[in-house]
């Protein structure tokens, strides 16, 4: 099954990422072309998402499985609002494009880790995340597709770093997404 992000419009993401440095973003969308200039946009939801659709990792040697953010709200949202994450689970983040990823923990009230990951799924850094940390991370690449998200501390105890490679049971990520 091939997953594609075709509620992802790069516009849409491209003013999500924008404000993720806190600066302004304005909309040209007719969903929000009443609402006053200077009004925030806000993207993620004000509750947990419900569980998403997953998919299982191969992260080097190491299988874990992920759930899937593919649209904007998922992507905004991420793991706000949560109790928890659980330490064989994941949260993965899908781009339509690479791009500098910027991630913080607005709502969310425990650290995990995160790696960025590149088109060709290779672990380029891993960073930690602290709870309710609203200052954003960057990656320090600009070619960061795929972001996974774990419970703090995973890929150090199952011995995993930058160089990784990560994919499906049978697919690259480039396959599995249908990005060419």
Known sequence: MRFRCLLLLTGFLAAFTAGCDGTK?????????????NAPRQFHLNHAQPRLATVKLWVGPKEIEAEMCLTLQQ?????????GIKDEL?????????Q??????KNVDFDIDAAYIDAEGIIQE???????DVTPVPSKSEAIQYVLETA??????N??????????????????????
């Open 25 to 37: 973003v304005e909309s040209k969308s007719a969903a929000t072309a009443a609402a006053p200039t």
């Open 75 to 83: 992507l905004a949202t991420g793991l706000m609002y949560r109790p």
């Open 90 to 98: 994941g949260m993965f983040f899908v781009f339509p494009e690479p």
């Open 100 to 105: 500098r990823a910027a991630f913080y923990m």
């Open 126 to 132: 891993i960073v930690r995340l602290k709870k309710q």
């Open 152 to 157: 703090p501390g995973w890929f150090e105890r």
């Open 159 to 180: 011995g995993i770093k930058p160089g990784a490679m990560i994919k499906t049971s049978k697919r690259t990520l480039r396959e599995e997404f249908g990005f060419n």
